[in-house]
C-alpha cells in the first residue's frame, strides 16, 4: 500500500483519514408511510436521508465488502408483495477507499417504493425491518436495522408501539466472582479528552505535498540515468551551442528547452486529472482490476529492462514531431524538441511516470499529479540547462556504456518488486489468498538478493558487459541491496517491520506468527474477556473493529504492533477486539429496546455494534476504551491516529488510573 525503496510507501501514507469521534453518528435517517391506493392495492414508501458526505450502500454488493441495503418483510398477514423493491434512483457505482471493492451507493436522498396486494382488506399487516450501512471517506457506521410495522390504512411508529424488551443476555460463569456482570453492559460517560485529544489527526496534506513533490524529483533523477535520456544530454546541448553563434543564445535556447520539458510533464500532470477526475483517479488506484493490470504492465517492463525485448512508442509518432521541428522556428520549435525527447524516452520514464501519478493520485487533490510531474520534469530538464550554461562540463560527462544497461536492469529489478504491492491490492479485494505476507515477503527477499548479485557482477543478463572489477557505487548499492534483504527475512516469521508495514500485506494474512507469543491474550466475545480480566485483576481494552475497516488495519500495523505499545498490552491488559460487522449468527436472537424501539439482534456483529452505541454512545470504527472490571471507563476514548507515542500515553493513563482504584 515502494517506488525507490521506501518512497511511495509514505505516499501512500500521505492520505490520512479524519478522526471519529467518541460519539454517536446518525448520518442516515428512515421514515415510511403507507399509501393506499385501493381496497386491494397500497404502496409502502420509505424515505432514507442521507448527511452530506456520507452514502448508503446499495441493495446488491460484492462479498467482502460493506452490508447492502435490504428490505426483510418478517411478516405479511392478509396481503402480498408484488414486485421487488425499487429505489427512486440508481445507485452510482465507484471503488470505494474503504473496502477497495467496486460498490454501488446514494450519496444523497433517496425513496424505495414496494408495492402490496391486499388479500383481506379488513384485517391485513407487514412488518419487517430494514438493514444498512453508511460510510463517509474516513469512517463507517456500523451494519445497522431500522424496523417497521404497518397495518390498515395507517403505519403504527415503532415508537409508540408497547415496550417488548429483553436485556442483552450475559452468560453467567459457572465460577461466579464478586463482579457485577450487568454493569458490564450498562451505559456510561466516557471522560472527556481535553485539549490535546489524541483522537484528533493533524491536517498533513500540506507535507504530503512535499513527499509528492521530493519522490516525483528523484524519479526524474532516476529516470535522466536511464540510456534512453542520458545520451541525449550532450546530443541536445551540442546542437544548441552549434545551432549559433551566439553563445548567450545558446544558453537561452537550452533554458527555455528545459523550460518546455517541465511545461510538457506538468500539463500531462493537469490533463490527466482534468479529463478524468482527481476522485477517478484515486478510485483507479485502489481498483482491483486496475491494480492486476498495472502489475502485468510492470512485469512486462522489468522484462524489457531486463533485455527480452524492447518497448518504443510507433515511430511515426517521433517522426512527427521531428517533422514539427524542421517546419518551425524558434520558441515553437524547441518546443517540439522537447515533446520529441518525451516520446523518445518514453520505454525508459514510462514505468516511473505511471507510478508516480498512480501514487499522487490517491492523494484525491488534482494539484497531486500536477506537483509530481512537475517535480520529475524538474529533475530532467536541470542537466541540459545547467551543461548549455557551462559546456565545458560536457567532456567530465560519465560516457554511455554497459552502465547505463546497468542502470536499466536494476530499474527492472525495482519494477518487478514494485509490481508486487499492485497485485497485493488486489489479492487482498479478491480475497484469493495468494499473496499472504510471508509469500510476498519471500518474493521481495529473493529479488533483492539477486539485485545484489547483479550488481556484484554474480549475475549476468545477454546483454550486460562482462564485468572486470566492482566500482565504490555498485558495491555500496548491492550493500544496501543485501542489507535489506536481511532486514525483510525476520518478517517470515511475523516480524512487525515497520519501515515497510505500509505496503507488505497485514499480519492477519501471515500463517506463521512467532513474535505473537507470550501472555498476549486476545478475545473475540466482550463477556468472555471482562470475565478474565476480573478473575486475572487487569483492565480491558476494547477494540472495537471491523473485518472491512482499512483504518483498523493501519493502526494494528503502525501502532499495535510495535514493540512499545505491544509491551504494554501484553503486561498489562485484556484486550478485547469487537467486529460489529461479524455476520455469525447468535446462537438465540437477542431483544433489546433502544431509542424506545424494539430491536433484534441476530448476529454477532449486532450485538457488539450494539454494545458500542448502547454503552458507549458511539458507532464509527476504530475505536477503543479502556475499562475496569466493572465496566467503567479509566479514559477517555481513543480513535484512529497513529501516533505511537500518544497511544502509550493514554494506555499508561489507563493502567495508572486502574491500580489507584
Partial sequence: MNRLLKAFTLIFMAVLSLSAAAQLVNPIRWTSKINQVSDTKAELVFHASV?????LYGMTLPDGGPRPTHFEFTKLQGCKLDGAVTPSAAPIKKVDMVFHLELSWWESDVTFKQKLIITDPDAWQVAGYISFQGCDDSSCMAPTKEAFDFAGHAAVPADEKPAEVAAPSVVKSSSATAVDEAAWWAPVKLPKAGDTDPTASGDLSGSSMWYIFFWGFMGGLLALMTPCVWPMIPLTVSFFLKKTSSRSRSIRDAAIYGGSIIVIYLLLGLAITLIFGASKLNELS??????LLFFALLVVFAISFF??????????????????VERTSGMLS????????ALVSFSCTGPIIGTLLVEAATMNDITGPAVGMGAFALALAIPFTLFAIFPSWLKSMPRSGGWLNSVKVVLGFLELALSLKFLSVADLAYGWGILD??????LWVVIFLMLGMYLLGKLRFSHDSELDYVSLPRFFLALASLSFAVYLVPGLWGAPLKGVSAFVPPLYTQDLNLYAGGQFREFSDYDEGMRFAAQNNRPVLIDFSGHGCVNCRKMEGAVFDTQEVSGIIRENFVLIKL?????????????????????????VGEKWSYLQRSKFGANTQPFYVILDNQGQPLNHAYSYDENVAKFVDWLQTGVDNYLKK
Fill in 51 to 55: 448527511d452530506k458526505g456520507w452514502h
Fill in 286 to 291: 485502489t481498483n482491483a482490476v486496475f491494480n
Fill in 437 to 442: 505476507r510471508e509469500v510476498f515477503i519471500s
Fill in 579 to 603: 467486529m460489529v460487522d461479524e455476520r455469525r449468527d447468535l446462537p438465540q436472537p437477542v431483544t433489546v429496546e433502544e431509542n424506545g424501539r424494539k430491536l433484534t439482534l441476530e448476529t
Fill in 307 to 324: 533485455g527480452a525485448f524492447e518497448i518504443t512508442l510507433p515511430s511515426k509518432w517521433s517522426n512527427s514531431m521531428d517533422g514539427a
Fill in 334 to 341: 524547441i518546443f517540439f524538441m522537447a515533446f520529441t525527447l
